[in-house]
Nanobody, 127 residues
């Protein structure tokens, strides 16, 4: 069973920064990609950042490009999401997801590309 430990969420003022962490364990497969998604109340789940494990290539949604940075520590099986210049539209539950299928590297920001999901961590940006 794949297990996730997501941390780093909280309340931050607009313009501030946060770093989310996602540690995975319990999987015997090599993930094709590891991604961060978010879901705000009443909105669909949105893929915001992904890093492919084979070549370390990063993908970002337009909504976070230039403000968020995804990185990984393979030794710790941990992926990070450094978030800066946060605004109220970034308020959401943030989820980590992994998958071992090729489609995850082909469609890295599509929720349907991922079978394994963390429970999420809340990020609230106050104005």
């Amino acid at each position: 069973e794949v297990q996730f430990v997501e941390s780093g969420g909280g309340v931050v003022q607009a313009g501030g920064s946060l770093r989310l962490s996602c540690a995975t364990s319990g999987h015997t497969f090599d993930a094709q990609a590891i991604a961060w998604f978010r879901q705000a109340p009443g909105k669909e789940r949105e893929g915001i950042a992904c890093i492919t494990t084979r070549d370390g290539r990063a993908y970002y949604s337009d909504s976070v490009k230039g403000r968020f940075t995804i990185s990984r520590d393979n030794a710790k099986n941990t992926v990070y999401l450094q978030m800066a210049s946060l605004n109220s539209e970034d308020t959401a539950v943030y989820f980590c997801a992994i998958d071992d299928r090729v489609m995850a590297s082909m469609y890295p920001l599509e929720p349907s590309s991922y079978k394994y999901w963390g429970r999420g961590t809340q990020v609230t940006v106050s104005s």
